[in-house]
């Protein structure tokens, strides 16, 4: 099944109000995760209000891939404020980089690394 998603930028006033984002995918899991963040919130005060749904058939959709980067990094890392993102990115390289060490100690002390 292939599903629309779609981001409404809410702008500075109700006049700024427009969609700069829409694309298709094939993937339940990126569709299930749009359901779950109704907006991703900018710094300035703006938001990108998003919106799911399935593609009728034969349907076909002008693709404007406005903020593919910023969805992919704000559900990878499970965030929905653009302030916050960086800082999770740095929360996962920290981790990423212990990781190895961390399941060294865990095999040296015979206990399962959760």
């Not at 694309?23 to 569709?31: G, H, L, N, P």
């Not at 653009?82 to 920290?94: E, F, G, M, P, Y």
């Not at 980089?97 to 060294?104: D, G, I, T």
Request: charged letters at 30%; glycine letters at 4%.
């Amino acid at each position: 099944m292939r599903y629309v998603i779609e981001g409404e930028w809410s702008g500075y006033t109700s006049s700024q109000q427009r969609v700069c984002h829409r694309r298709v995918t094939e993937k339940q899991y990126v569709a299930d995760w749009i359901k779950e963040t109704p907006c991703i919130r900018f710094t300035d005060g703006t938001s990108l209000y998003l919106t799911v749904r399935p593609c009728t058939f034969r349907e076909k959709v002008k693709e404007i891939r406005g903020y593919d980067s910023l969805l992919d990094d704000c559900r990878y890392y499970k965030c929905n404020d653009v302030s916050k993102l960086a800082d999770a990115k740095k929360a996962r390289q920290c981790a990423d980089a212990f990781k190895p060490l961390a399941e060294v100690a865990a095999k040296k002390l015979g206990v399962p690394l959760s």
